[in-house]
DNA sequence: TTCTATTTGGGTAACGATACCAAAGTGAAA
DNA sequence: TTTCACTTTGGTATCGTTACCCAAATAGAA
């Protein structure tokens, strides 16, 4: 096919269609005036020649990159997979490209990336959390495009938020536990700061288990965050051997609530008939595993939706006050809670 | 701070800072010849007046965009996160940039995706498996940077490969399980060949039953893939209503053998007494479910890692031949399997 | 002091597409 | 036929950075 190495370009194409580049400019756009019978030729000679289309050259001249950055904590975490595809299907049709990055929990990462992502001079910028370094925030305030914080509901956005509060969805737990006559609550999750919505359910936890008059020290730290199930079984080992009169935990993710459960099964310890487990997140091995697992499912897929759908109207100049969208987690109660 | 909206250039840079446009330029790459009191006083100017660079019109000029385009079955699946997670390591350090796209296992969808990469004029580009349709294949030869297919070994590879033969793991399995005694063995899957890699593990079972002299009939298909731990449920709960002589499944996945496993603990069905079930993948789950389950490990990591490495050799012209790197999956016997 | 390395900084053109403006072509109405 | 409204095509300059080439400054050697 393409032997020669020599770049071709837009000129090479309009020579061979008999056209000025201009047109054949034109005939790549789907939007633009030019007959069909003359786009049909051009992208014709283009396929003939094996031309691709140059976005760096588009991207300078016309200003716009259809790209959206996007940071999520982990690339490994099905909650914000489901994010991001919800994303990335409301963005598809409209051509925009994400732009995806990780930052592994780590908020000076989170500043690099960012600083990245806005070099490339992408249309919007979208962020899991309402916690950033200040000059991540700075830059994000000074970037001139659409912010989206998610994932969580700020005191002070610096643009749109689309989220929940991490500390509230737990206290719903928590007052469900209590209702139904528990009060030897514990919580199993990571044991720093750095998984800031982790520390924010931990937080809820605390805050609603001392609204209710009740001990709140059966805080069981169980790692580095993002704790996963190794992580779970290993805390729910300690909470056997410290704590075990407990009656129900509440883990700050599904994934340590699932190895909680695993370290139970291993002991003989009857869930729920002894102890109840709860999660977060409503990931699918919550529905499935035996006991299913009582979570809160936060509609992750809804915030990625919701979050395109507010860009397009941003983009589309439909929208122009900053938005503040709470999605509403909802409890779903299962067979590890009574 | 920048409350014009009005685009800020390293010409605006240069007038503050008292140097030339060029100076600043080299100002910011880490490598070039400036002294490090002008150096400083140009980022100092640069954040003053709240400058970002432009990485479109360096993209234009220069020719490089620091891009590596990715595309993946699916961004919710922790084996080829993994193997993302492995190549951005091994790129960060050289300041490459993963484009990162997802094809829903659709061999269309690929061909739409890496058009759209390409366009964007990566430094190179990985695939995931050795299966595309013949305009992306052809787009991919054609490219002139660096193509890598991954988790696979094709035949006709169209660059460099990392991967293993999904058949042959697979059939390390059978041999395992006939070595033990076991004859009448099933294998769960998805319904079509759209997850390549998922159809070639049910032909590699196949065709090491056959080579055993041994029943291969005993298929079930679960569904469109690719398939997870409800589809694995599914499955298992037909399998043993259906053949419930069945002494040992494999699975195409971890998850959909979790899923299987949760039916049986559903059903009272011993595992491994009654049954032995395999996986594949060694996601977390393998590892802490009760019981563990057996699988095989493809050092997913490893093959990001090993790719990230195959790349920054090429580009440094150190490496000109097409690599063909196999990488050996690992039989993990756990509980699941007697 | 003179002269040769070496480092540091500047000028100019170009990367390849498209925004903007203008002109040519087309068909219907007058 | 002429005019007008609209569609289709073309020409030119430009987006913001950097490759390339060269000059000035500085350092070190003789």
Same mark, same amino acid.
């Given at each position: 096919?393409?032997?020669?190495?020599?770049?071709?370009?837009?000129?090479?194409?309009?020579?061979?269609?008999? *056209?000025?580049?201009?047109?054949?400019?034109?005939?790549?756009?789907?939007? +633009?005036?030019?007959?069909?019978?003359? =786009?049909?030729?051009?992208? $014709?000679?283009?396929?003939?020649?094996? #031309?691709?289309?140059?976005?760096?050259?588009?991207?300078?001249? +016309?200003?716009?990159?259809?790209?959206?950055?996007?940071?999520?904590?982990?690339? @490994? @975490?099905? @909650?914000?997979?489901?994010?991001? /595809?919800?994303?990335?299907?409301?963005?598809?049709?409209?051509?925009?490209? %994400?732009?995806?990055? #990780?930052?592994? #929990?780590?908020? &000076?990462?989170?500043?690099?990336?960012?600083?990245?992502?806005?070099?490339?001079?992408?249309?919007?910028?979208?962020?899991?959390?309402?916690?950033?370094?200040? /000059?991540?925030?700075?830059?994000?305030? @000074?970037?001139?495009?659409?912010?989206?914080?998610?994932?969580?509901?700020?005191? $002070?956005?610096?643009?749109?938020? %689309?989220?929940? +509060?991490?500390?509230? &969805?737990?206290?719903?737990?928590?007052?469900?536990?209590?209702?139904?006559?528990?009060?030897?609550?514990?919580?199993?999750?990571?044991?720093?700061?750095?998984?800031?919505?982790?520390?924010?359910?931990?937080?809820?936890? *605390?805050?609603?288990?001392?609204?209710?008059?009740?001990?709140?020290? =059966?805080?069981?730290?169980?790692? *580095?965050?993002?704790? +996963?199930?190794?992580?779970?079984?290993?805390?729910?080992?300690?909470?056997?051997?410290?704590?075990?009169?407990?009656?129900?935990?509440?883990?700050?993710?599904?994934?340590?609530?699932?190895?909680?459960?695993?370290?139970?099964?291993?002991?003989?310890?009857?869930?729920?008939?002894?102890?109840?487990?709860?999660?977060?997140?409503? #990931?699918?091995?919550?529905?499935?595993?035996?006991? &299913?697992?009582?979570?809160?499912?936060?509609?992750? /897929?809804?915030?990625?939706? /919701?979050?395109?759908?507010?860009?397009?109207?941003?983009?589309?100049? $439909?929208?122009?006050?900053?938005? $503040?969208?709470?999605?509403?987690?909802?409890?779903?109660?299962?067979?590890?809670?009574?």
């Amino acid at each position: 096919m393409n032997t020669s190495r020599k770049t071709l370009t837009m000129a090479d194409v309009a020579r061979r269609a008999g *056209v000025s580049p201009m047109t054949v400019s034109r005939a790549f756009k789907t939007d +633009s005036s030019v007959s069909e019978a003359t =786009r049909q030729a051009i992208l $014709k000679a283009a396929d003939d020649l094996g #031309y691709v289309f140059d976005s760096t050259a588009s991207n300078l001249r +016309s200003q716009r990159t259809d790209f959206i950055a996007v940071t999520i904590p982990s690339i @490994n @975490n099905a @909650n914000f997979a489901d994010t991001v /595809r919800g994303l990335s299907e409301g963005l598809k049709p409209r051509g925009l490209q %994400i732009l995806l990055g #990780y930052t592994d #929990y780590d908020m &000076a990462e989170e500043e690099r990336l960012i600083e990245q992502f806005l070099r490339r001079r992408p249309e919007a910028i979208v962020v899991t959390g309402g916690r950033h370094t200040p /000059r991540a925030r700075r830059m994000l305030e @000074n970037a001139g495009i659409p912010v989206i914080e998610t994932w969580d509901l700020p005191d $002070k956005p610096i643009g749109h938020v %689309i989220g929940f +509060s991490n500390a509230q &969805a737990v206290r719903g737990m928590v007052d469900h536990f209590v209702a139904k006559g528990l009060t030897r609550i514990a919580f199993i999750g990571g044991d720093t700061t750095r998984d800031t919505r982790g520390a924010d359910r931990r937080n809820g936890f *605390v805050a609603a288990m001392q609204a209710h008059g009740l001990d709140a020290s =059966r805080l069981i730290a169980a790692g *580095v965050p993002p704790i +996963s199930m190794r992580e779970g079984a290993e805390a729910m080992a300690r909470l056997l051997e410290t704590l075990p009169d407990t009656e129900a935990v509440i883990c700050v993710s599904d994934l340590s609530a699932f190895g909680a459960l695993t370290e139970c099964q291993r002991r003989g310890v009857d869930v729920p008939g002894r102890l109840w487990i709860a999660g977060f997140g409503d #990931y699918e091995i919550a529905e499935i595993s035996v006991p &299913a697992l009582t979570t809160i499912n936060p509609f992750p /897929r809804d915030i990625g939706a /919701r979050t395109a759908a507010l860009i397009l109207d941003v983009l589309d100049g $439909k929208q122009d006050a900053a938005a $503040k969208i709470a999605i509403s987690p909802e409890l779903m109660l299962r067979q590890s809670t009574g």
